[in-house]
């Protein structure tokens, strides 16, 4: 029993460090403990459901140490998060345990790794979805090794994980034998040695460069940004601040939901602070274009209305609140892209459950409960240059974010909060993840946020600037312009696909097996 809690802890624990500042590489060897754990049980349905408390103590632990900086802004963020997240890794886990007790190891392994990689893309596609702890997140701070990401995204990661505790279990078990180390060895220092060679070897195409500057207002996002009454002086806070803008800036990118307004988008261009910010680029940067986040609204007559839209008492009309990012510039062009992965609870509520949970979420970027759902894009174009607008939550999305990059974003400018966690690992680790987003799709980015953290990260996912929690001011840099795609931006998320397929062939093939057992026609 004890040695058990022990196991479940040291799992949890290596598990996390990744998530919280530290390293990723402990996830190499984060499951082992589990898989010991496993394997001390027969098939029993008593044992069955021993190990399924086990693993789920472990999995509640993992997120418990990791996410718990969520409370700060929900009380029942964490709950929520890591009854979605252990679901999906239990269902994993759990396939896994009951298959190994009766079938074939290579099939037994087979299915840990499609099954946990196929219900983490499940996480990423689904109603239900936070993909912070998928395993691949975890390197986001080693970002020398994992430069191939450009050709597998974060599931390639995940697969490294789940390959590198699997070998070291099995020369765990075979303990004595040299050549199972040597096997653990060559599945844990390959990968990193690819890495380091696409490391020090790779160098940004020779296709130009833009200036980009970006603001980070520091507003208070509980006792100031929200607070009617203190509009005007957030629109004077960025005025003032736009007037540190160098002279040659090609883009200003300001953070999520700046604008203290809810705009309808048929006014939109004779709003009177877009106005304002249109006459500040005419009279002082004419060859700029302001990036920045805003709450819109568009209605709908009745045969029109999506399933978002809600009712307006006065009207009878309907309506969609969207989380937007406009493009700004001094002609009548004025592209809008609409945030299309929103925050489970607090953004979005999946519409069946809507009316029952409506009075768990708060008010983030402006806007409570059910906002409308956008598409990637479209990219802001701008003197010949094509930009992706990415907000916020959409970077933790990597196949949503390459969309981006497949409609020809050169460059990649992100706009965000941040304010809602507090100064936890929260905000940290999502400007962290930036930077596998740069490696996957090989997009230099620019990054605002309202409190912290904001910057610049290179193709490479090295950080070049950074302006940290709660300091106010502008960051300027030149920011790399690339045209090529990377193989995991033309392909996606095909890794999570494929486990799909495999999965069920493994569920498929283990029942055909036992059936073949229980009639004797296999010995």
């Known amino acids: 029993?004890?040695?058990?809690?022990?196991?479940?802890?040291?799992?949890?624990?290596?598990?996390?460090?990744?998530?919280?500042?530290?390293?990723?590489?402990?996830?190499?060897?984060?499951?082992?403990?589990?898989?010991?754990?496993?394997?001390?049980?027969d098939s029993s349905r008593r044992a069955w459901w021993g190990m399924f408390?086990?693993?789920?103590?472990?999995?509640?632990?993992?997120?418990?140490?990791?996410?718990?900086?969520?409370?700060?802004?929900?009380?029942?963020?964490?709950?929520?998060?890591?009854?979605?997240?252990?679901?999906?890794?239990?269902?994993?886990?759990?396939?896994?345990?009951?298959?190994?007790?009766?079938?074939?190891?290579?099939?037994v392994y087979t299915l840990l790794v499609s099954g946990w990689i196929a219900t983490e893309y499940w996480y990423t596609v689904g109603d239900f979805s936070w993909p912070w702890l998928l395993l691949g997140n975890g390197f986001s701070h080693e970002t020398w090794a994992v430069q191939w990401y450009e050709y597998t995204g974060i599931f390639g990661g995940t697969l490294w994980v789940l390959l590198c505790n699997i070998v070291i279990f099995e020369a765990w078990q075979?303990?004595?034998?040299?050549?199972?180390?040597?096997?653990?060895g060559t599945i844990v220092l390959l990968?990193?040695?690819?890495?380091?060679?696409?490391?020090w070897s790779y160098k940004a195409p020779d296709q130009g460069t833009i200036q980009v500057s970006v603001v980070q207002p520091n507003i208070d996002p509980y006792s100031t940004k929200f607070i009617q009454g203190?509009?005007?002086?957030?629109?004077?806070?960025?005025?003032?601040?736009?007037?540190?803008?160098?002279?040659?800036t090609d883009f200003i990118v300001l953070p999520e939901t700046v604008m203290p307004f809810s705009y309808n988008e048929e006014y939109l261009s004779t709003a009177p602070f877009i106005q304002e910010l249109?006459?500040?680029?005419?009279?002082?940067?004419?060859?700029?274009?302001?990036?920045?986040?805003?709450?819109?609204?568009?209605?709908?007559?009745?045969?029109?209305?999506?399933?978002?839209?809600r009712r307006d008492p006065y009207s009878g009309r309907y309506y969609d609140k969207f989380n937007s990012a406009l493009g700004i510039d001094t002609t009548d062009y004025l592209p809008i892209h609409h945030k299309g992965r929103l925050v489970i609870g607090v953004e979005s509520t999946p519409t069946w459950i809507f009316k029952v949970l409506k009075f768990?979420?708060?008010?983030?970027?402006?806007?409570?409960?059910?906002?409308?759902?956008?598409?990637?894009?479209?990219?802001?174009?701008?003197?010949?240059?094509?930009v992706g607008p990415a907000i916020c939550y959409e970077g933790l999305y990597g196949g949503f974010y390459g969309k981006f990059v497949q409609q020809g974003a050169q460059a990649m400018l992100i706009s965000s909060n941040d304010g809602w966690w507090g100064d936890t690992p929260g905000h940290k680790l999502l400007f962290s993840?930036?930077?596998?987003?740069?490696?996957?799709?090989?997009?230099?980015?620019?990054?605002?946020?309202?409190?912290?953290?904001?910057?610049?990260?290179?193709?490479?996912?090295?950080?070049?600037?950074?302006?940290?929690?709660?300091?106010?001011?502008?960051?300027?840099?030149?920011?790399?312009?690339?045209?090529?795609?990377?193989?995991?931006?033309?392909?996606?998320?095909?890794?999570?696909?494929?486990?799909e397929y495999v999965m069920g062939l493994c569920i498929l093939y283990y029942i055909a097996y036992r059936v073949r057992k229980k009639n004797y026609l296999v010995e």
């Open 174 to 184: 075979h303990r004595h034998q040299a050549k199972a180390w040597i096997g653990a």
């Open 433 to 499: 993840i930036s930077r596998l987003r740069a490696i996957e799709h090989r997009r230099a980015i620019a990054r605002s946020a309202n409190t912290g953290t904001s910057g610049f990260i290179n193709p490479r996912g090295d950080v070049l600037q950074k302006l940290g929690w709660e300091r106010r001011g502008i960051l300027t840099s030149e920011v790399e312009l690339n045209n090529k795609m990377t193989f995991y931006t033309r392909y996606g998320d095909y890794l999570g696909r494929i486990s």
């Open 230 to 248: 203190t509009e005007r002086m957030q629109e004077e806070l960025i005025l003032s601040l736009l007037e540190q803008v160098p002279d040659k």
């Open 53 to 107: 408390g086990w693993a789920l103590l472990t999995f509640v632990l993992w997120n418990a140490f990791t996410i718990w900086w969520i409370w700060l802004a929900t009380p029942v963020g964490p709950f929520a998060a890591t009854l979605a997240s252990s679901t999906l890794n239990m269902i994993a886990f759990m396939l896994f345990h009951t298959v190994s007790k009766k079938g074939p190891k290579a099939l």
């Open 278 to 309: 249109k006459d500040w680029l005419q009279n002082d940067h004419s060859r700029a274009m302001i990036v920045a986040g805003a709450e819109t609204i568009i209605t709908y007559t009745p045969a029109e209305r999506t399933e978002t839209a």
């Open 191 to 199: 990968p990193i040695l690819w890495s380091l060679i696409i490391f």
């Open 360 to 386: 768990l979420v708060i008010d983030l970027g402006g806007t409570v409960g059910q906002l409308g759902v956008g598409e990637p894009g479209p990219v802001f174009r701008h003197n010949g240059v094509a």
């Open 1 to 41: 029993m004890w040695r058990k809690i022990a196991a479940v802890f040291c799992s949890a624990l290596l598990l996390s460090p990744g998530w919280l500042g530290g390293t990723g590489l402990t996830l190499l060897i984060g499951l082992v403990p589990l898989l010991w754990i496993s394997s001390t049980y």
